[in-house]
């Protein structure tokens, strides 16, 4: 039995001219965050050191990838006291620049994210911001904290609660989804780039973890009391430099309708379960607008020609950092045929009538390696579940996304 599959984020109600015109927004699963970035308070040394002591804040754990929970559903939080041995009292006791002096690649520190503040409920007051705050910690054993995180790892686990698989966690209720795709994305963001892409020496996180800088000396190695051995020059010290911060791969992924709007395109990845199909999807490559990718990803791993293309959601997809941009596209009437023979990704490629994908929806959906629903007919069509951006793509296409009103 495959666990329940969450319900989607509900946005508030919105009498705008757009939502009139176009209808609701499209709220996928991993978006509808509670929580407030803030993200020019990342800086702000104060408002950190107001936030981490504050009673309220609360601290979503993360081990390898995998976020401490107190079920397949729920998240589980810690308070302060349970992570001051590995982070110290005052992680932002000290400013970037002095901490950026005193930078000694041969210590390991642990990633401290801020998440956001929830403006719901009751927290710290900072200016005219007032919420509970949240941060994410990576205890993942490793390096000089390695015995500390272990310390961390068995008191937090020691009232029922337990590190869920992180892998491709898809059962969170829709709020906690969000909150762990962010931390999720940007922890693993930092443990991919311990060294510079500039210049290939170690950085050191700042921004309360949303940035990545490599210092131009390092205090590894130097007696107690020494001068900092200066480091080569980097080009990420000189102007902008979109290296040093996290990075989000545009994906797109699309539902492609028949030039008479009568049968949808599905494709069958070669890894994929038996029978499971889905909208196809490919990255977006530089110098590239949205539609053409739709086209040239549609084309290459079908052999499929489409024409007019709308986009028409988007989904955070924390696996590890992209950003599946939904659209739906229509066949030219005479680029129907499908050939896999130029990029050979698909295992198989059909064009199925609406009413077998409506059929497949009400009977066959479920989560990716969950064994098929009791209501599946031997030999049909599986679809991704509601979590799933591709599963409201075709609900888009099957509810009338074609119709004469357009949606966008």
């Keep these: 039995m495959g666990s329940a599959i969450p319900d989607l984020p509900v946005l508030p109600e919105d009498d705008s001219m757009l939502s009139r015109k176009f209808g609701r ?3 996928n699963y991993f978006s509808g965050s509670p929580l407030n970035r803030l993200s020019f308070l990342r800086t702000d040394y104060g408002f950190l050191r107001a936030a981490f002591a504050h009673p309220s804040v609360s601290f979503l754990l993360m081990n390898k990838l995998s976020p401490l929970a107190k079920d397949a559903a729920n998240l589980s939080y810690v308070n302060r006291d349970v992570v001051v041995p590995l982070t110290g009292e005052e992680p932002f006791k000290k400013s970037e620049q002095d901490q950026v002096k005193e930078f000694n690649s041969s210590i390991t520190h642990p990633s401290i994210l801020f998440l956001g ?15 509970r705050p949240y941060f994410a910690l990576d205890v993942t054993p490793k390096g000089t904290f390695a015995d500390k995180a272990k310390s961390i790892i068995d008191i937090a686990t020691a009232n029922g609660s337990s590190f869920i698989d992180g892998r491709r966690l898809m059962t969170l209720n829709a709020s906690e989804a969000a909150v762990y795709a962010q931390a999720r994305s940007l922890i693993d963001w930092n443990g991919r780039n311990p060294f510079c892409g500039g210049c290939g020496q170690p950085t050191m996180s700042i921004n309360a973890g949303w940035k990545r800088v490599c210092p131009p000396a390092d205090l590894a190695g130097v007696p107690e009391g020494g001068a900092p051995k200066e480091r080569a020059d980097c080009p990420t010290r000189h102007g902008v430099s979109n290296l040093c911060f996290p990075r989000t791969d545009p994906t797109v992924i699309m539902a492609i309708v028949s030039a008479d709007g009568k049968k949808i395109l599905l494709g069958r990845n070669k890894n994929f379960p038996p029978n499971w199909y889905s909208a196809l999807a490919g990255f ?15 084309w290459e791993e079908s ?6 293309v709308v986009i028409h959601s988007s989904q955070p997809w924390p696996y590890p950092a992209n950003l599946m941009i939904g659209a739906i596209g229509q066949a030219t009437p005479d680029g129907e045929t499908i050939n896999l023979g130029h990029d050979e990704e698909l295992g198989d490629a059909q064009w199925y009538p609406f009413e077998e994908v409506r059929e497949a929806i009400a009977q066959a959906v479920g989560g990716f390696g969950d064994p098929p629903p009791a209501s599946y007919k031997e030999g049909g069509i599986r679809l991704p579940p509601q979590t799933a951006i591709a599963n409201q793509l075709i609900h888009a296409v099957l509810k009338g996304y074609l119709d004469a009103v357009p949606k966008i």
């Design 284 to 298: 977006l490559e530089p110098g590239e607008s949205v539609e053409e990718a739709v086209r040239r990803e549609t």
């Design 117 to 131: 503040i929830d403006l719901q409920k009751p927290g710290v007051e900072y200016r005219q911001y007032q919420g």
């Design 25 to 27: 927004e499209v709220a």
């Design 303 to 308: 052999g499929v020609t489409v024409g007019r």
